[in-house]
């Protein structure tokens, strides 16, 4: 059923927005939304998967690519599908006016969802009975900036939901089962007819007695109590992939909750945090490196040694670098987690000046300045010179 909304109002931002402003708006959501800080909150259970769903594309250029050009059908082939495949051919609801921009792209089947078949009642929806996924869940971790750029394998503890192994998730006691609900008759739905002056009007609603699941436990498992679920700290081994950085997320599916009435099991996000590092800085994947120099190596030029990750780069100096001046190693910066091309290293030079200056040491600086004409230094003979 064509009902997703569209990713970046999801996020709350617009179609243009930066990397950076999806994965602040992403994170923003999250928080918000996280099942921990919602306990039992159906809708903030909603909003959090459809916030992932959303930045899982948005964040990726290839499917956000595709989803800029084709909507949720250029990223999800299921999307939409259906005999009736909505009312794109009349461009929504819009050419009959009166509905608005609100049903755009819906299906026939939303629209007699939201209307009801006129004078012949609501068509019941599928309710809860058949498969469900489960809940997907969320995990912060923090890795060292090291592991980042090269990858690495982590174990983390988490508190979740698991299949309970005594009845296999069923509910039920060993050597009993369910049986159907005497009330929904096992579509886990009643309905309640109403006649109005715009015709006959079905309003479905969730059977209380079977809480829609449409059968009943008679014996429950002493273990689950009848959920088929207990609640366990558990294990997990996470690959994190090269080139990851703050915000960045790793997917491991069917780590979540358990589905229902045998859905698959939920999906588990690992949220990446990023130690920084004492040396370096980077951004996107170009990483950043402030080097000092001494005051000969800046004059005549010199061959230097640029410390990195497992090897060292060489670079040759130029005569009469002055102190701010960047250079670039191509290549020789973060790889990109996605293709595994690395960003390049920007060095910046800064010329140290001596602090610790012998008496012979101070006399060689003063003999060395009075043997170097101001010839040497046109921006500070020229400044010299300035008379305001």
Sequence with gaps: MADKRDYYEVLG?????SD??????????AMKYHPDKNPDDKTAEEKFKEANEAYEVLSDPDKKSKYDRFGHAGVDPSYGAGGTGGFGGFGGFGGFGGFGGDTQGMSFEDIFDMFGSFGGGRRPSSGRTGPQKGRDLQKAITIDFTDALFGCSKQIEITKDVKCKTCKGS??????????????????????VSNTPFGTFQNVTTCTNCG????????PCPDCKGTGKIRKTVKIKVDIPKGVDNDSIVTLRGQGDPGINGGPDGDLYIVINVRPHSTYKRRGDNLYLDMPITYEQAALGDKVSVPGFGETYTYTISPGTQTGSTFRLRGKGAPNVRTGRNGDLYVKVNIEVPTKLSAKEKKAIKNMGAAVG???????????????
């Design 20 to 29: 950076d402003e999806i994965k602040k708006a992403y994170r923003k959501k």
């Design 212 to 219: 829609g699941t449409g059968q009943i436990i008679e014996s």
């Design 13 to 17: 931002i617009n179609k243009g927005a």
């Design 171 to 192: 509910g039920a006691k060993e050597g009993t089962g369910k049986k159907t609900c005497s009330v929904c008759g096992g579509s886990g739905q009643v309905s309640h």
């Design 374 to 388: 101001s010839n040497a230094y046109p921006k500070k003979s020229k400044f010299d010179k300035l008379k305001f």
